[in-house]
Protein backbone atom coordinates (compact mmCIF):
# COMPACT_ATOMS: atom_id res chain seq x y z
CA UNK A 1 0.00 0.00 0.00
CA UNK A 2 1.13 3.50 -1.05
CA UNK A 3 1.02 5.83 1.79
CA UNK A 4 0.01 9.20 1.45
CA UNK A 5 2.21 11.99 2.08
CA UNK A 6 0.21 14.88 1.21
CA UNK A 7 -3.52 15.61 0.63
CA UNK A 8 -4.95 18.38 -1.07
CA UNK A 9 -9.24 18.28 -0.63
CA UNK A 10 -10.74 21.15 -2.60
CA UNK A 11 -8.14 23.38 -2.81
CA UNK A 12 -8.52 26.52 -4.62
CA UNK A 13 -6.89 30.04 -5.09
CA UNK A 14 -8.83 33.54 -5.85
CA UNK A 15 -6.93 36.36 -6.64
CA UNK A 16 -9.36 39.61 -5.58
CA UNK A 17 -8.22 42.75 -7.58
CA UNK A 18 -9.29 46.25 -7.81
CA UNK A 19 -12.94 47.00 -8.05
CA UNK A 20 -14.15 43.30 -7.07
CA UNK A 21 -12.50 42.01 -10.10
CA UNK A 22 -11.52 38.58 -8.92
CA UNK A 23 -8.68 36.16 -11.04
CA UNK A 24 -8.83 32.19 -10.26
CA UNK A 25 -5.60 31.20 -10.21
CA UNK A 26 -6.39 27.59 -9.21
CA UNK A 27 -9.96 26.04 -9.41
CA UNK A 28 -10.98 23.47 -6.96
CA UNK A 29 -8.58 20.76 -6.89
CA UNK A 30 -8.03 17.35 -4.81
CA UNK A 31 -4.78 15.61 -5.47
CA UNK A 32 -2.81 13.29 -2.91
CA UNK A 33 0.70 12.96 -3.60
CA UNK A 34 2.17 9.27 -2.33
CA UNK A 35 5.55 8.02 -0.29
CA UNK A 36 8.43 7.84 -3.06
CA UNK A 37 5.85 8.61 -6.02
CA UNK A 38 7.64 10.87 -8.44
CA UNK A 39 5.24 13.34 -9.52
CA UNK A 40 5.45 16.13 -11.67
CA UNK A 41 2.78 19.36 -12.32
CA UNK A 42 3.75 20.50 -15.83
CA UNK A 43 2.14 23.60 -18.00
CA UNK A 44 2.19 26.34 -19.96
CA UNK A 45 3.41 29.94 -18.22
CA UNK A 46 -0.01 30.78 -16.12
CA UNK A 47 -1.23 27.40 -15.69
CA UNK A 48 -1.01 27.40 -11.89
CA UNK A 49 1.97 25.07 -11.36
CA UNK A 50 3.09 27.76 -8.86
CA UNK A 51 0.60 28.61 -7.17
CA UNK A 52 -0.29 25.24 -6.19
CA UNK A 53 2.88 24.22 -5.05
CA UNK A 54 2.68 27.39 -2.70
CA UNK A 55 -0.52 26.14 -1.39
CA UNK A 56 0.92 22.74 -1.00
CA UNK A 57 3.96 24.08 0.60
CA UNK A 58 2.33 26.35 3.13
CA UNK A 59 3.42 29.38 1.65
CA UNK A 60 0.21 31.11 0.45
CA UNK A 61 -3.38 30.40 2.12
CA UNK A 62 -5.82 28.73 -0.29
CA UNK A 63 -9.44 30.40 -1.06
CA UNK A 64 -11.22 26.99 0.15
CA UNK A 65 -9.67 23.32 0.77
CA UNK A 66 -7.15 22.46 2.71
CA UNK A 67 -3.87 20.75 2.92
CA UNK A 68 -2.73 18.18 4.91
CA UNK A 69 0.03 15.18 5.46
CA UNK A 70 -0.26 12.03 6.14
CA UNK A 71 0.55 12.27 10.01
CA UNK A 72 -2.35 15.17 10.00
CA UNK A 73 -0.11 17.53 10.56
CA UNK A 74 -0.25 21.31 9.28
CA UNK A 75 2.10 21.89 6.59
CA UNK A 76 3.44 24.54 8.62
CA UNK A 77 4.37 22.39 11.42
CA UNK A 78 8.01 21.81 12.18
CA UNK A 79 8.05 17.96 12.18
CA UNK A 80 7.01 18.49 8.46
CA UNK A 81 9.49 21.27 7.45
CA UNK A 82 11.94 18.79 9.25
CA UNK A 83 10.99 16.47 6.12
CA UNK A 84 10.96 18.50 3.61
CA UNK A 85 12.97 20.47 0.99
CA UNK A 86 12.17 23.55 -1.17
CA UNK A 87 14.24 24.85 -4.29
CA UNK A 88 12.05 27.38 -5.48
CA UNK A 89 11.98 29.42 -9.25
CA UNK A 90 15.18 31.92 -9.10
CA UNK A 91 16.69 30.42 -5.72
CA UNK A 92 19.71 33.28 -6.56
CA UNK A 93 17.93 35.77 -4.38
CA UNK A 94 16.99 33.57 -1.49
CA UNK A 95 20.75 33.38 -0.70
CA UNK A 96 21.73 35.93 1.56
CA UNK A 97 24.86 37.65 0.24
CA UNK A 98 26.46 38.55 3.86
CA UNK A 99 26.74 35.08 4.36
CA UNK A 100 29.41 32.71 3.25
CA UNK A 101 28.12 29.71 1.28
CA UNK A 102 28.97 26.99 3.45
CA UNK A 103 27.01 28.64 6.49
CA UNK A 104 24.10 29.05 4.23
CA UNK A 105 24.14 25.56 2.82
CA UNK A 106 24.00 24.48 6.59
CA UNK A 107 21.38 26.34 7.39
CA UNK A 108 18.75 23.90 7.42
CA UNK A 109 20.90 21.67 9.48
CA UNK A 110 21.48 24.50 12.41
CA UNK A 111 17.50 25.14 12.40
CA UNK A 112 16.07 22.19 12.29
CA UNK A 113 18.61 21.24 15.07
CA UNK A 114 20.28 18.52 13.33
CA UNK A 115 23.68 16.28 14.97
CA UNK A 116 26.86 16.43 13.15
CA UNK A 117 29.39 18.53 11.45
CA UNK A 118 27.45 20.89 9.84
CA UNK A 119 30.52 22.42 8.24
CA UNK A 120 31.45 18.98 6.67
CA UNK A 121 27.46 17.88 5.22
CA UNK A 122 27.41 21.25 3.47
CA UNK A 123 30.95 21.01 1.48
CA UNK A 124 29.36 17.30 0.63
CA UNK A 125 27.22 18.27 -0.76
CA UNK A 126 28.32 21.21 -2.83
CA UNK A 127 30.87 18.88 -3.86
CA UNK A 128 28.09 16.01 -5.26
CA UNK A 129 26.55 19.30 -7.34
CA UNK A 130 30.04 19.63 -8.70
CA UNK A 131 31.02 23.56 -7.28
CA UNK A 132 34.21 23.64 -6.72
CA UNK A 133 36.21 22.78 -3.30
CA UNK A 134 36.65 26.69 -2.06
CA UNK A 135 32.77 27.04 -2.64
CA UNK A 136 31.72 26.97 1.16
CA UNK A 137 34.60 29.49 2.67
CA UNK A 138 33.61 31.95 -0.93
CA UNK A 139 30.44 34.66 -0.82
CA UNK A 140 27.05 34.12 -3.30
CA UNK A 141 28.14 37.42 -5.28
CA UNK A 142 31.26 35.29 -6.77
CA UNK A 143 29.37 32.22 -8.62
CA UNK A 144 27.57 32.92 -11.70
CA UNK A 145 23.83 32.37 -11.88
CA UNK A 146 23.51 28.55 -12.51
CA UNK A 147 26.46 28.25 -9.55
CA UNK A 148 24.20 30.29 -7.18
CA UNK A 149 21.07 27.56 -8.21
CA UNK A 150 22.94 24.74 -7.74
CA UNK A 151 24.00 26.33 -4.12
CA UNK A 152 20.12 26.90 -3.77
CA UNK A 153 19.57 23.21 -4.30
CA UNK A 154 22.45 22.06 -1.76
CA UNK A 155 20.66 23.45 0.50
CA UNK A 156 17.14 22.19 -0.20
CA UNK A 157 19.01 18.58 0.03
CA UNK A 158 21.69 19.02 3.05
CA UNK A 159 19.38 17.55 5.53
CA UNK A 160 18.50 14.35 3.55
CA UNK A 161 14.55 15.50 3.23
CA UNK A 162 12.15 12.73 1.96
CA UNK A 163 10.59 14.98 0.17
CA UNK A 164 12.00 17.76 -2.16
CA UNK A 165 9.53 20.25 -3.74
CA UNK A 166 11.20 22.02 -6.97
CA UNK A 167 10.21 24.74 -9.29
CA UNK A 168 11.87 24.94 -12.17
CA UNK A 169 14.89 23.78 -10.83
CA UNK A 170 16.93 23.24 -13.83
CA UNK A 171 15.42 25.93 -16.40
CA UNK A 172 18.10 28.20 -15.73
CA UNK A 173 21.08 25.97 -15.78
CA UNK A 174 23.63 25.29 -18.37
CA UNK A 175 22.73 22.06 -20.58
CA UNK A 176 25.97 20.17 -19.03
CA UNK A 177 25.41 21.32 -15.37
CA UNK A 178 21.64 20.14 -16.42
CA UNK A 179 22.36 16.93 -17.43
CA UNK A 180 24.54 16.66 -14.25
CA UNK A 181 21.78 17.54 -11.53
CA UNK A 182 19.01 15.33 -12.96
CA UNK A 183 21.89 12.24 -12.75
CA UNK A 184 21.98 13.39 -8.92
CA UNK A 185 17.78 14.01 -8.86
CA UNK A 186 17.82 10.64 -10.48
CA UNK A 187 19.77 8.88 -7.97
CA UNK A 188 18.39 10.41 -5.14
CA UNK A 189 14.95 9.16 -6.61
CA UNK A 190 15.92 5.41 -6.91
CA UNK A 191 18.46 5.00 -4.06
CA UNK A 192 17.37 7.62 -1.39
CA UNK A 193 13.83 6.95 -1.99
CA UNK A 194 13.38 10.59 -2.33
CA UNK A 195 9.95 11.83 -3.21
CA UNK A 196 10.37 14.04 -5.69
CA UNK A 197 7.67 16.91 -6.43
CA UNK A 198 9.31 18.71 -9.74
CA UNK A 199 7.30 21.77 -11.54
CA UNK A 200 8.49 22.03 -14.60
CA UNK A 201 7.38 22.71 -17.96
CA UNK A 202 10.34 20.73 -19.67
CA UNK A 203 9.17 17.28 -20.66
CA UNK A 204 12.70 16.20 -20.98
CA UNK A 205 13.17 16.15 -17.87
CA UNK A 206 9.99 14.62 -16.41
CA UNK A 207 10.31 12.58 -18.58
CA UNK A 208 13.34 11.15 -16.97
CA UNK A 209 12.21 11.96 -13.33
CA UNK A 210 8.83 11.69 -12.77
CA UNK A 211 6.50 8.41 -12.60
CA UNK A 212 3.27 10.43 -12.19
CA UNK A 213 2.01 13.75 -14.14
CA UNK A 214 -0.43 16.32 -13.30
CA UNK A 215 -1.38 18.54 -16.08
CA UNK A 216 -2.73 22.25 -15.61
CA UNK A 217 -4.10 23.92 -17.76
CA UNK A 218 -5.64 27.52 -16.72
CA UNK A 219 -5.75 26.85 -13.42
CA UNK A 220 -7.62 23.63 -13.90
CA UNK A 221 -6.18 20.01 -12.94
CA UNK A 222 -6.89 18.75 -16.56
CA UNK A 223 -5.09 15.22 -16.74
CA UNK A 224 -3.57 12.71 -13.68
CA UNK A 225 -1.79 9.94 -14.90
CA UNK A 226 1.27 7.78 -15.45
CA UNK A 227 4.49 9.38 -16.39
CA UNK A 228 4.46 6.86 -19.95
CA UNK A 229 0.69 7.35 -20.22
CA UNK A 230 0.72 11.73 -20.19
CA UNK A 231 3.80 11.69 -22.41
CA UNK A 232 2.87 9.19 -24.65
CA UNK A 233 -0.61 9.71 -25.25
CA UNK A 234 -1.75 12.38 -23.61
CA UNK A 235 -5.80 12.99 -23.70
CA UNK A 236 -5.71 16.91 -22.62
CA UNK A 237 -5.10 19.70 -24.85
CA UNK A 238 -2.67 21.30 -22.93
CA UNK A 239 -0.39 17.82 -22.39
CA UNK A 240 -0.78 17.68 -26.10
CA UNK A 241 0.47 20.96 -26.59
CA UNK A 242 3.27 20.41 -24.38
CA UNK A 243 4.50 17.24 -26.04
CA UNK A 244 4.16 19.03 -29.81
CA UNK A 245 6.60 22.12 -28.46
CA UNK A 246 9.09 20.41 -26.87
CA UNK A 247 12.33 20.62 -28.73
CA UNK A 248 13.82 17.52 -29.96
CA UNK A 249 17.24 16.58 -30.65
CA UNK A 250 16.15 13.78 -33.48
CA UNK B 1 29.86 33.77 -50.75
CA UNK B 2 33.07 35.32 -50.24
CA UNK B 3 33.34 38.12 -47.51
CA UNK B 4 32.30 41.36 -48.92
CA UNK B 5 28.43 41.06 -47.88
CA UNK B 6 27.17 40.01 -44.44
CA UNK B 7 29.06 39.65 -41.54
CA UNK B 8 32.58 38.24 -41.46
CA UNK B 9 34.25 38.05 -37.80
CA UNK B 10 38.12 36.61 -38.08
CA UNK B 11 40.74 36.52 -35.46
CA UNK B 12 38.84 38.00 -32.78
CA UNK B 13 40.23 38.44 -29.71
CA UNK B 14 38.98 39.99 -26.39
CA UNK B 15 41.07 40.27 -22.89
CA UNK B 16 39.42 42.20 -20.41
CA UNK B 17 41.73 43.19 -17.01
CA UNK B 18 44.40 40.56 -18.55
CA UNK B 19 42.60 37.97 -19.00
CA UNK B 20 41.84 36.59 -22.40
CA UNK B 21 38.18 35.83 -22.59
CA UNK B 22 38.20 35.06 -26.77
CA UNK B 23 41.06 33.84 -28.72
CA UNK B 24 40.74 34.11 -32.29
CA UNK B 25 37.31 33.50 -33.19
CA UNK B 26 36.41 33.43 -36.64
CA UNK B 27 32.37 33.28 -38.13
CA UNK B 28 30.92 34.44 -40.56
CA UNK B 29 27.30 34.82 -41.67
CA UNK B 30 26.71 35.74 -45.35
CA UNK B 31 23.21 36.99 -47.01
CA UNK B 32 20.12 34.79 -45.81
CA UNK B 33 21.88 32.58 -43.74
CA UNK B 34 21.38 31.05 -40.22
CA UNK B 35 23.99 30.65 -38.24
CA UNK B 36 24.70 29.51 -35.02
CA UNK B 37 27.29 29.65 -31.24
CA UNK B 38 26.87 26.69 -29.28
CA UNK B 39 28.70 26.91 -25.95
CA UNK B 40 28.67 26.39 -22.17
CA UNK B 41 28.55 29.14 -19.73
CA UNK B 42 31.13 31.30 -20.17
CA UNK B 43 32.23 30.25 -23.88
CA UNK B 44 32.18 33.79 -25.32
CA UNK B 45 29.30 32.99 -27.03
CA UNK B 46 27.66 35.83 -25.78
CA UNK B 47 30.69 38.05 -25.71
CA UNK B 48 31.20 37.56 -29.38
CA UNK B 49 27.49 38.82 -30.32
CA UNK B 50 28.21 41.96 -28.15
CA UNK B 51 31.44 42.95 -29.95
CA UNK B 52 29.60 42.64 -33.26
CA UNK B 53 27.67 45.67 -32.22
CA UNK B 54 30.67 47.15 -29.62
CA UNK B 55 28.48 46.41 -26.75
CA UNK B 56 31.66 45.71 -24.48
CA UNK B 57 33.55 47.65 -21.67
CA UNK B 58 35.44 50.60 -22.96
CA UNK B 59 38.78 48.87 -21.05
CA UNK B 60 38.22 45.64 -23.40
CA UNK B 61 41.19 44.78 -25.31
CA UNK B 62 40.29 44.22 -28.77
CA UNK B 63 41.92 42.57 -31.63
CA UNK B 64 40.99 40.92 -34.52
CA UNK B 65 38.92 42.08 -37.11
CA UNK B 66 34.73 42.11 -37.32
CA UNK B 67 33.86 43.18 -41.07
CA UNK B 68 30.01 44.20 -41.95
CA UNK B 69 29.08 44.41 -45.81
CA UNK B 70 33.69 44.85 -45.68
CA UNK B 71 33.11 47.66 -43.63
CA UNK B 72 35.74 46.85 -40.09
CA UNK B 73 34.02 47.52 -36.83
CA UNK B 74 36.26 47.27 -34.76
CA UNK B 75 37.33 50.64 -33.29
CA UNK B 76 35.13 52.24 -36.24
CA UNK B 77 33.88 55.64 -35.51
CA UNK B 78 30.57 56.06 -33.36
CA UNK B 79 28.62 57.64 -36.55
CA UNK B 80 29.76 54.41 -37.86
CA UNK B 81 28.24 51.93 -35.46
CA UNK B 82 25.11 53.86 -34.89
CA UNK B 83 24.11 53.78 -38.15
CA UNK B 84 24.93 49.50 -38.34
CA UNK B 85 23.71 48.92 -34.26
CA UNK B 86 20.03 48.84 -34.27
CA UNK B 87 19.84 49.55 -38.09
CA UNK B 88 21.56 47.28 -40.36
CA UNK B 89 21.79 44.75 -37.44
CA UNK B 90 19.09 43.67 -34.76
CA UNK B 91 19.27 42.30 -31.79
CA UNK B 92 17.12 40.53 -29.38
CA UNK B 93 18.46 39.30 -25.88
CA UNK B 94 17.37 36.53 -23.62
CA UNK B 95 15.05 38.49 -20.95
CA UNK B 96 12.35 40.47 -22.56
CA UNK B 97 11.58 41.59 -18.75
CA UNK B 98 15.18 43.58 -18.97
CA UNK B 99 15.34 44.77 -22.24
CA UNK B 100 11.93 46.58 -22.55
CA UNK B 101 11.71 49.82 -21.16
CA UNK B 102 8.86 49.93 -18.30
CA UNK B 103 7.64 53.12 -18.61
CA UNK B 104 6.95 53.34 -22.24
CA UNK B 105 4.16 51.81 -24.56
CA UNK B 106 5.23 49.04 -26.61
CA UNK B 107 4.56 50.65 -29.91
CA UNK B 108 6.97 53.63 -28.93
CA UNK B 109 9.46 51.01 -28.37
CA UNK B 110 8.67 48.84 -31.29
CA UNK B 111 9.13 51.43 -33.58
CA UNK B 112 12.43 53.08 -32.01
CA UNK B 113 14.46 51.82 -34.46
CA UNK B 114 12.30 53.16 -37.54
CA UNK B 115 12.16 56.58 -36.20
CA UNK B 116 15.91 56.82 -35.43
CA UNK B 117 17.21 54.99 -38.52
CA UNK B 118 14.48 56.29 -41.29
CA UNK B 119 12.90 59.52 -39.75
CA UNK B 120 9.46 58.01 -39.69
CA UNK B 121 6.82 60.33 -38.59
CA UNK B 122 4.02 59.92 -36.24
CA UNK B 123 1.07 59.07 -37.61
CA UNK B 124 3.81 56.60 -39.85
CA UNK B 125 4.86 55.10 -36.82
CA UNK B 126 1.93 54.43 -35.29
CA UNK B 127 0.71 52.58 -38.49
CA UNK B 128 4.40 50.85 -38.60
CA UNK B 129 4.02 49.36 -35.17
CA UNK B 130 0.43 47.95 -35.68
CA UNK B 131 2.11 46.10 -38.45
CA UNK B 132 5.04 44.89 -37.13
CA UNK B 133 3.28 43.91 -33.88
CA UNK B 134 0.67 42.03 -36.41
CA UNK B 135 3.61 40.58 -38.20
CA UNK B 136 5.32 39.01 -35.07
CA UNK B 137 1.72 37.55 -33.76
CA UNK B 138 0.87 39.49 -30.79
CA UNK B 139 -3.15 39.72 -30.22
CA UNK B 140 -4.73 42.56 -30.80
CA UNK B 141 -1.74 44.55 -32.22
CA UNK B 142 -4.21 47.33 -32.63
CA UNK B 143 -4.82 47.32 -28.79
CA UNK B 144 -1.08 45.82 -28.01
CA UNK B 145 0.63 49.15 -29.11
CA UNK B 146 -1.13 50.98 -26.58
CA UNK B 147 0.14 48.76 -23.65
CA UNK B 148 2.81 48.68 -21.22
CA UNK B 149 5.50 45.60 -20.81
CA UNK B 150 3.73 44.70 -17.77
CA UNK B 151 0.48 44.15 -19.34
CA UNK B 152 1.92 41.40 -21.41
CA UNK B 153 3.11 37.96 -21.06
CA UNK B 154 6.72 37.29 -21.05
CA UNK B 155 6.45 35.07 -24.84
CA UNK B 156 4.49 38.64 -25.89
CA UNK B 157 6.97 40.69 -24.51
CA UNK B 158 9.51 38.57 -26.49
CA UNK B 159 7.64 39.08 -29.67
CA UNK B 160 7.62 42.89 -29.07
CA UNK B 161 11.43 42.53 -28.77
CA UNK B 162 11.72 40.92 -32.23
CA UNK B 163 9.27 43.48 -33.46
CA UNK B 164 11.64 46.30 -32.26
CA UNK B 165 14.30 44.68 -33.77
CA UNK B 166 12.41 44.72 -37.16
CA UNK B 167 11.28 48.43 -37.19
CA UNK B 168 14.44 49.24 -38.74
CA UNK B 169 14.79 46.49 -41.70
CA UNK B 170 17.65 45.24 -40.63
CA UNK B 171 19.43 42.54 -42.99
CA UNK B 172 20.59 40.25 -39.91
CA UNK B 173 19.63 39.81 -36.39
CA UNK B 174 21.65 38.86 -33.63
CA UNK B 175 19.47 36.90 -31.12
CA UNK B 176 21.34 36.02 -27.26
CA UNK B 177 19.63 33.16 -26.44
CA UNK B 178 16.01 34.35 -26.93
CA UNK B 179 13.88 31.44 -26.33
CA UNK B 180 15.62 30.81 -22.98
CA UNK B 181 13.30 32.49 -20.30
CA UNK B 182 10.05 31.04 -21.97
CA UNK B 183 8.34 28.25 -21.56
CA UNK B 184 8.00 25.50 -24.13
CA UNK B 185 5.66 26.84 -25.87
CA UNK B 186 5.98 29.60 -25.99
CA UNK B 187 9.41 29.05 -27.05
CA UNK B 188 8.53 26.96 -30.03
CA UNK B 189 6.35 29.30 -31.32
CA UNK B 190 9.27 32.49 -30.91
CA UNK B 191 11.30 29.89 -32.93
CA UNK B 192 8.94 29.09 -35.31
CA UNK B 193 8.46 33.14 -35.77
CA UNK B 194 12.09 33.33 -36.19
CA UNK B 195 12.18 31.28 -38.97
CA UNK B 196 8.92 32.45 -40.59
CA UNK B 197 10.70 36.07 -40.98
CA UNK B 198 13.82 34.54 -41.91
CA UNK B 199 12.05 32.86 -44.95
CA UNK B 200 9.76 36.31 -45.65
CA UNK B 201 12.82 39.23 -44.92
CA UNK B 202 15.63 37.32 -45.95
CA UNK B 203 16.84 37.94 -42.43
CA UNK B 204 20.19 36.40 -41.58
CA UNK B 205 20.80 35.31 -38.24
CA UNK B 206 23.33 34.91 -35.81
CA UNK B 207 21.77 32.77 -32.89
CA UNK B 208 23.26 32.23 -29.66
CA UNK B 209 22.53 29.06 -27.35
CA UNK B 210 23.87 26.32 -25.26
CA UNK B 211 20.76 24.24 -26.24
CA UNK B 212 21.50 21.87 -29.22
CA UNK B 213 17.40 21.13 -29.52
CA UNK B 214 16.75 24.70 -29.52
CA UNK B 215 19.98 25.15 -32.43
CA UNK B 216 18.54 22.95 -34.32
CA UNK B 217 15.86 24.63 -34.45
CA UNK B 218 17.61 28.32 -34.82
CA UNK B 219 20.66 27.00 -37.31
CA UNK B 220 21.63 25.52 -40.44
CA UNK B 221 25.48 25.56 -39.37
CA UNK B 222 26.94 26.27 -35.84
CA UNK B 223 30.48 27.06 -34.51
CA UNK B 224 30.92 25.22 -31.28
CA UNK B 225 32.78 27.58 -28.71
CA UNK B 226 34.67 26.37 -26.13
CA UNK B 227 36.74 28.45 -23.85
CA UNK B 228 37.07 31.60 -26.21
CA UNK B 229 37.67 29.29 -28.80
CA UNK B 230 35.96 27.86 -31.98
CA UNK B 231 36.30 24.10 -31.53
CA UNK B 232 34.14 22.96 -33.99
CA UNK B 233 32.14 24.84 -37.37
CA UNK B 234 29.83 22.39 -39.27
CA UNK B 235 26.21 22.18 -40.63
CA UNK B 236 23.65 21.18 -37.15
CA UNK B 237 22.60 18.04 -37.97
CA UNK B 238 26.22 16.83 -38.57
CA UNK B 239 27.13 18.33 -35.36
CA UNK B 240 24.01 16.35 -33.47
CA UNK B 241 24.97 13.14 -35.30
CA UNK B 242 28.70 13.09 -35.47
CA UNK B 243 30.56 16.10 -33.09
CA UNK B 244 34.19 15.53 -33.67
CA UNK B 245 35.74 18.23 -30.46
CA UNK B 246 35.43 16.75 -27.12
CA UNK B 247 33.15 19.93 -26.14
CA UNK B 248 30.55 19.12 -29.24
CA UNK B 249 30.38 15.84 -27.59
CA UNK B 250 29.34 16.86 -24.27
CA UNK B 251 27.18 18.95 -25.81
CA UNK B 252 25.27 16.61 -27.75
CA UNK B 253 25.88 13.87 -24.74
CA UNK B 254 24.21 16.63 -22.31
CA UNK B 255 21.30 17.32 -24.55
CA UNK B 256 20.42 13.67 -25.27
CA UNK B 257 20.73 12.66 -21.04
CA UNK B 258 17.95 16.30 -21.05
CA UNK B 259 15.77 16.84 -24.13
CA UNK B 260 12.43 15.72 -24.80
CA UNK B 261 12.74 11.90 -26.65
CA UNK B 262 9.22 11.93 -28.29
CA UNK B 263 8.19 9.64 -25.26
CA UNK B 264 10.15 6.69 -25.64
CA UNK B 265 9.71 4.21 -22.45
Known amino acids: MTEELLTATELSRVHHGRGGRQ ?16 TAVVGGSGSGKSSLVRLLLGLDTPSTGTVTTGDGLPVTDRRWLRRTGVVLQDPATSLDPRMRVGRIVAEPLRGFRIRGDHDAAARSMLDRLGLPGDAAD ?96 PRSAAARRLVDAAPRLG | MSGATGLVVSGLTIGINGERLLDGVDVAVAEGQRVGLVGGSGSG ?32 PERVLARVR ?86 LLLADEPTTALDTVVQSQVLELLARLGRTRGLSTLFVTHD ?47 SWDGGRP
Open chain 1, 138 to 233: RYPHEFSGGQRQRIAIARALVHEPEVLVADEPLSALDVTVRARILTLLRELVAERGLTLLLVSHDLGIVQRVSERVLVLDDGRLVEDGTAQQVLSS
Open chain 2, 212 to 258: LAVLRRAADSASVLDAGRVVEHGPVERLLTSPVSATARALRDAARLT
Open chain 1, 23 to 38: RVALHPLSVALRRGES
Open chain 2, 45 to 76: KSLTLRAVLGLLPSHAALGGSIRWDGVELLGA
Open chain 2, 86 to 171: GGEIGIVLQDPATALDPLRRVGAQITEGARRHHRVGRAGARALAVRLAEEVGLPSPADAVDRYPHELSGGQRQRVQIAAALSAEPR
